[in-house]
């Protein structure tokens, strides 16, 4: 599956142009009718409409698509399968389980339907036969990535998600030493639990669906325990076609685990939270003993955590409690702000964003009682703080912006960019980050950038090339020029060049 992860090309074959729309392309479908039914013609994808018809994942109807929320294992709802993961997990309902990994996501549906019941999912997908699941599930307004489990690490820190989960994924977990477990276990948090649906959970009534052999599963089945145990996790509950485990919360049962068990503990060579092209390994990523309240049911519920200070904001260079609760007021205020300035910012024409140069998450943490999700990107090459942002019950992701990041065209509707320029110019071409930005944002999508005037004065005349219509602005401190605001909006345009097909080439 190498074959499916990142692989950008060399700069001598960067392409220098704007991705025009599909034809007959409409504004997104405002958030909430937007979970389920988007316009067909800006995602003009059907394989899943018809491979998929009798799994109710989605389906046709006139110029849209409607989202039913149906699956592979829940062809009856996501909301009566969520239903019966709640009684499985208690801690689902009560803000304990606030960050969830869904890998395999599908059309997000899974991750959709838990917004409403308060916990913020990222929906892990391929770019495979299904053709466009991420690009489904963003169009949707639900939170999305290109991702899979294959030789690289996810571009997540250790001990970050809550609770993971696999609905049939069909990932292989005890092939390669149970390395794609193991990489699962590095982003899930100590008491954090492992949600398994469809093969080979409850294998002795749908073994003959899966066309294989009631001994064939069993071994399967026993083959997973077997590696879960030895990875110190404990069978938290199952019932019908949901297992669930959960990841040990301390180190004891590590510590007298038998030499030579297998997987065995990794050594400290590399850093348990680098992800960026970093390689998997077949080994168990032991919780740092400093951290006493990093595990699930050792933080403050959700929606508390949002403003305690987290153990690892320590980690950060010059980070302490003082400099965290500062950046959170300081953010709140610029927000305020930026609404005054951008009045849609706050309303449903805006629903998917990304922070796309964040230390702590705070313009997340600003926007949460709006009618939108932020994805926090901190750049590869800055202080690794995503592990606070995700003990904050917000999600996030590494990306290095000399490089595309891992969605498709037209997946954000407000891009906002907060001394990237002045601190990756030295590196990256402005134009090309600026090319990729238009890329991800939709048509009559914003940006938000906020730099020194000299950034500012060339981002405006780039802006103005790629057909943004911008406007400059004082800060909201009115600093003397030190920074200024740029606020631009991507132009509704259409090629001439658009192919006439169904297909989006």
């Not at 390669?176 to 590095?186: A, M, S």
């Not at 010059?318 to 400099?323: C, E, H, L, R, V």
């Not at 995503?386 to 992701?397: H, K, Q």
């Amino acid at each position: 599956m190498a074959f499916r992860e990142r692989h950008c090309p060399p700069p001598s074959e960067r392409l220098k142009c704007l991705v025009p729309p599909p034809k007959g392309y409409r504004s997104p479908i405002p958030w909430p009718l937007s979970r389920d039914e988007c316009w067909y013609r800006n995602v003009p994808y059907n394989w899943i409409n018809t491979q998929k018809a009798n799994q109710r994942w989605m389906q046709r109807e006139g110029d849209k698509f409607i989202f039913p929320g149906g699956g592979t294992t829940f062809p009856e709802g996501v909301g009566q399968y969520l239903d019966s993961m709640e009684e499985l997990i208690p801690e689902m309902k009560n803000g304990t389980v606030r960050t969830a990994l869904d890998t395999g996501c599908g059309v997000a549906s899974w991750g959709g339907y838990l917004l409403d019941r308060g916990i913020l999912t990222i929906s892990l997908a391929p770019r495979d036969n299904h053709e466009a699941q991420v690009q489904f599930a963003l169009e949707r307004g639900i939170p999305a990535m290109l991702g899979i489990l294959a030789t690289q690490r996810l571009p997540y820190p250790a001990n970050a998600f809550d609770m993971a989960h696999c609905s049939r994924c069909l990932i292989p977990w005890t092939d390669h030493g149970g390395v794609f477990l193991l990489e699962v276990d590095r982003v899930l948090r100590p008491g954090g639990f492992w949600v398994l649906s469809g093969p080979p959970v409850n294998y002795q009534q749908h073994w003959k669906g899966w066309a294989s052999t009631e001994e064939k599963q069993k071994a399967d089945f026993d083959s997973l325990q077997s590696l879960l145990d030895r990875m110190c996790y404990k069978l938290y509950s199952m019932k019908g076609d949901i297992a669930v485990w959960q990841k040990p919360l301390y180190s004891t049962c590590y510590n007298l685990q038998e030499e030579f068990t297998y997987p065995p503990l990794c050594d400290d060579s590399i850093d348990p939270d680098a992800s960026w092209y970093v390689p998997m390994r077949p080994c168990i990523v032991k919780p740092k003993i400093q951290f006493r309240h990093i595990g699930v049911g050792q933080m403050a519920k959700w929606p508390d955590r949002l403003i305690e200070p987290p153990e690892r904001v320590h980690l950060v260079s010059g980070g302490s409690d003082g400099n965290f609760k500062r950046d959170t007021k300081l953010w709140m205020g610029r927000v305020k702000y930026y609404k005054f300035l951008l009045p849609e910012l706050g309303s449903n024409k805006i629903r998917n964003i990304m922070d796309m140069n964040t230390q702590y998450g705070g313009f997340a943490a600003a926007l949460i009682n709006d009618p939108v999700w932020v994805m926090n990107v901190v750049s590869s090459y800055a202080a690794n703080s995503l592990g606070v942002i995700y003990d904050r019950g917000l999600i996030g992701t590494i990306n290095d912006w000399c490089e595309a990041f891992s969605t498709y065209p037209r997946t954000y509707d407000l891009l906002h960019v907060d001394g990237l320029f002045t601190a990756e110019s030295h590196r990256c071409e402005m134009k090309y980050v600026l090319l990729e930005m238009d890329r991800i944002l939709r048509p009559a999508g914003y940006v938000i950038i906020r730099d020194f005037p000299s950034f500012i004065e060339s981002v405006h005349a780039l802006g103005e090339a790629m057909r943004w219509k911008c406007m400059e602005n004082q800060t909201e401190m009115d600093d003397h020029g030190k920074e200024r605001i740029l606020i631009c909006q991507k132009d509704i345009w259409k090629s001439s060049q658009i192919d006439t097909s169904d297909e989006e080439k």
